[in-house]
C-alpha cells in the first residue's frame, strides 16, 4: 500500500477529529509533482513551511492544554483520602495517558508523511 492511502486511513482510523490538523500530505505530494525537479527542494521548502507552522500551533496548543490537565490530575490524585475510592481519578489518569499516546501518534505520522516527502524531493 503506498503511503499516501497509509496515512489517510491511519488518520481516519486513529484521530478523525484531527485530520484537518495533520499535514495535507496528498495536496503537498501532488504540488511536489507538478514543479520542475530543478527547483523542488526550494519549492518544498516553501510548501512544507505552511503545513509545519499548522502543525506546530496544533502540537503547541495541546501541549499547553495537557499540561493544564496534568496538574488537575495531580490536585485530584493529592486530594484522595485514604479510605476514599479512586476510580474515577484512575478513570481520568488512563484518559488521560490515552489523549498523550493520541498527540504522540500525530507527531510520528506527520514525521514519517514530512520524511517521506523529502525522499520525494531528493529522488
Known amino acids: 500500500m503506498k503511503f499516501g492511502k ?23 505530494k501532488k504540488q511536489l509533482n507538478l514543479m520542475d525537479p530543478e527547483s523542488r527542494d526550494e519549492g518544498f521548502k516553501r510548501l512544507l513551511q ?34 476514599e475510592d479512586a476510580t474515577q481519578v484512575m478513570v481520568d489518569l488512563l484518559q488521560f495517558h490515552n489523549q498523550l499516546v493520541l498527540l504522540l501518534r500525530y507527531y510520528e505520522l506527520n514525521f514519517d508523511g514530512i520524511h517521506i516527502l523529502h525522499h520525494v524531493t531528493n529522488s
Not at 489517510?8 to 485530520?19: F, T, Y
Not at 502543525?55 to 490537565?69: A, G, L, Q, V
Open 50 to 83: 505552511n503545513e509545519l507552522v499548522k502543525m506546530n500551533d496544533f502540537f503547541s496548543n495541546k501541549e499547553e492544554e495537557y499540561k493544564n490537565r496534568l496538574q488537575e490530575l495531580k490536585r485530584e490524585v493529592a486530594d484522595l483520602d485514604s479510605g
Open 6 to 28: 497509509e496515512f489517510r486511513i491511519k488518520i481516519s482510523d486513529i484521530m478523525p477529529e484531527w485530520e484537518h490538523e495533520c499535514m495535507s500530505y496528498k495536496e503537498l
